[in-house]
DNA sequence: GCCGTTTTCGGCCCGACTGTTTTCAGTCG
């Protein structure tokens, strides 16, 4: 069965070599946008072709697209992309990646010298060949060949957790700078997106045409790739890319709504005013040549007839529309969390998290035991001598067939069970029976790290969630977002999805780590009546009877 | 290739930085 990403991806490498054979650009981008279109959406593509859903009903697939996506889900292949592929050799579409490489001079060097992959373009670049092309120069040649280590073209992405600590120290850096006033990490790491490309930094300042210099300094730059007055590119030591914005106080607004993104949301933003008779830059909104908005971000949605849009929610999934017809979701807040839930596996931790719980000052903790039952008495002891709301959960395993064991004692002294799917290789087919008999069992209030997915891995179970989502939702089952930054489970897509089911959510995790699955549900578009542990302890309590 | 209570044709977001460009194309955010 393939997956929305799988057909993204085609879409994807299709529209590269057609930007390569120097296609119309805004073909191009349909096609882009289409894969873009398919990647974010929580509905199965597979599915919905299967179901005969008239996919030109989605706004940016028309007849053609809608077509070509109906041809790669029945045959698992795009005529057009087997084409083009016979024209343009494997490794050329590969140079891309380079910084610095865009369509028009991968094709240049394909059709002068038949350079096709990284080696040859290197042999050329070094042998001085490469000059005798128009716009060759030795700085643009010196640039690919330092280009070859760099990564964010070549998709290579980072953990947002594992970005943190720089991105602040950064912060840090320009804010000792003279005369700064503001700096904001925006792009991605504002959007809270689970794994991000680069760090993108807005930075105030009275003047802003020196923030670069001071910038490009920073101890741990090791390579310089573009330096001008109001923005800059470095990359670290470490090969993460830092894009520098600065602009002056008064277009904080417009500049921190443009460096936020997505890219996707500015073009569908910036329509809308093209449709109002506005214009709106990184500067402010303007009217002819009258700036009526600039200096506050909720006035750029205000110019153009919407409600003020989280960051987190700008991704052109929905946001726009619902924010137009006053229907935008309120998300939860870090600081609303009434309950924990944390995993504990020996007494130590369970003690830890309760130290760490009476620190927090929050209303219930819940203690999710897995491998040793036996645990969990201990655990109920503890509750009564230090009078804390503690709800005691029994992690059960789920074997292959659907079936897990709780012993009777089990059963008669954990206030509820979570389960954890083992991991198998499944038909599609065969693993959502086997999650469905999990769910339907009426034995089960939790269902821990839901698809098994790991960041920036294709990892995860390969099922049908409507029906699993539609499943919990009848048997009152609730879904886990995992906080940690590495499984982040369920994923911001799948929580929206969920939650459209009417399916709740718990969001899981240490002290540490909460905040990640905080964002990712904020991400799927998660409110107070969503996520369980938003709710007070009495709520919580009628849900599972306690 | 997509789209349309201004349109079924002719638009499609908008601007900064680089290079060898003498007026702008390519790339990128
Ligand atoms: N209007 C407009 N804004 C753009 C465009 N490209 C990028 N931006 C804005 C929105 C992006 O969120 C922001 C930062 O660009 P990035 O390439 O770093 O993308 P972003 O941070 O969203 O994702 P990333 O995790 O870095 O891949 O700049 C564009 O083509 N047009
Ligand atoms: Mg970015
Ligand atoms: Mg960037």
């Known amino acids: 069965m393939i997956s929305n990403k799988e057909i993204a991806g085609i879409l994807s490498k299709t529209a590269d070599l057609l930007e390569i054979k120097g296609e119309n650009p805004f073909k191009v981008r349909a096609y882009r946008n289409a894969a ?52 343009i050799p494997q490794g050329v579409a590969e140079l891309l ?37 128009p716009g060759f120069g030795p700085k643009l040649i010196e640039k690919i060949l330092k280009g070859f280590k760099q990564l964010k073209k070549a998709g290579i992405r980072f953990l947002w957790a594992d970005v943190e600590n720089i991105a602040y120290e950064m912060r840090e850096y320009l804010l000792d700078y003279k005369g700064v006033q503001i700096v904001d990490i925006a792009g991605s ?37 573009s330096k ?14 830092i894009d520098l914005r600065a602009v002056a106080k008064d277009s904080y607004g417009a500049a921190l709504h443009y460096f936020t993104g997505s890219k996707a949301h500015n073009i569908e933003i910036r329509k809308l005013a093209i ?20 200096s506050k971000e909720s006035d750029i949605y205000k110019s153009v007839g919407l409600n003020y849009i989280e960051p987190e929610l700008r991704e052109n999934r929905g ?44 209303e219930y903790l819940i203690l ?71 769910l339907n069992s009426k034995k089960i209030n939790i269902l821990l790290r839901p698809s098994l997915r790991e960041v920036l891995t294709d990892a995860g179970v390969d099922l049908d969630w409507d029906e699993v989502f539609n499943a919990a939702y009848s048997n009152n089952v609730v879904m886990e977002v995992n906080s940690n930054p590495k499984y982040l489970d ?11 089911c009417g399916v709740k959510i718990i969001i899981t995790g240490n002290y540490k780590n909460i905040k990640y699955g905080i964002y990712q549900a904020r991400r799927g578009w998660c409110e107070k009546k969503d996520a369980v542990n938003f709710w007070n302890y009495e709520r919580v309590g009628k849900l599972w009877g306690l």
């Not at 989605?58 to 292949?77: F, M, Q, R, W």
């Not at 001008?228 to 890319?241: A, C, E, H, I, Y």
């Not at 870090?334 to 009476?358: A, H, L, Q, R």
């Not at 089990?410 to 086997?434: F, G, P, Y």
């Open 189 to 225: 790491f504002r959007r809270k997106k689970e794994s991000v490309g680069d760090l993108d930094i807005l930075v105030i300042a009275d003047d802003y045409q020196r923030v670069s210099d001071y910038f490009v300094k920073f101890h741990r730059v090791k390579e310089i790739y």
């Open 368 to 438: 999710n035991v897995s491998n040793r039952y036996e645990l969990i008495n201990k655990v109920k002891t503890l509750k009564n001598s230090k009078n804390i709301k503690l709800i005691t959960a029994a992690e059960v395993s789920v074997d292959e067939n659907g079936d897990f064991e709780i012993p009777e004692d089990v059963l008669n002294n954990a206030d509820i069970i979570a389960a954890l799917m083992k991991k198998t290789e499944l038909s599609a087919k065969d693993q959502t029976q086997r999650y469905l008999k999990v």
């Open 490 to 500: 369920l994923s911001d897509i799948l929580i929206k999805k969920a939650i459209e």
């Open 228 to 241: 001008g007055l109001t923005r800059s590119t470095v990359f670290l030591d470490n090969s993460l890319q």
């Open 275 to 294: 449709e109002k008779g506005l214009k709106i830059n990184e500067y402010g909104v303007y009217k002819g040549n009258e700036k009526i908005a600039s």
């Open 36 to 87: 873009r279109i398919i990647e974010n959406s929580a509905k199965d593509f597979n599915k919905l072709v299967n179901e005969g859903f008239d996919l030109t009903k989605l706004p940016g697939i028309g007849h053609d697209l809608s077509e070509y996506i109906k041809e790669i889900v029945k045959t698992g292949k795009f005529h057009k992309l087997e084409e083009l592929k016979k024209e």
């Open 97 to 133: 990646s380079i910084e610095g490489l865009g369509p028009k001079r991968v094709k240049l060097l394909y059709e002068t010298f038949g350079i096709k992959n990284m080696d040859e373009l290197k042999k050329y670049a070094l042998s001085g060949e490469l000059e005798k092309l």
């Open 319 to 362: 946001e726009i529309e619902a924010s137009r017809i006053n229907a935008l979701p309120k998300l939860i807040k870090e600081e609303e969390i009434k309950g924990y839930m944390c995993t504990v596996k020996d007494m130590d931790e369970v003690k830890k998290y309760i130290d760490d719980f009476v620190k927090v000052n929050k």
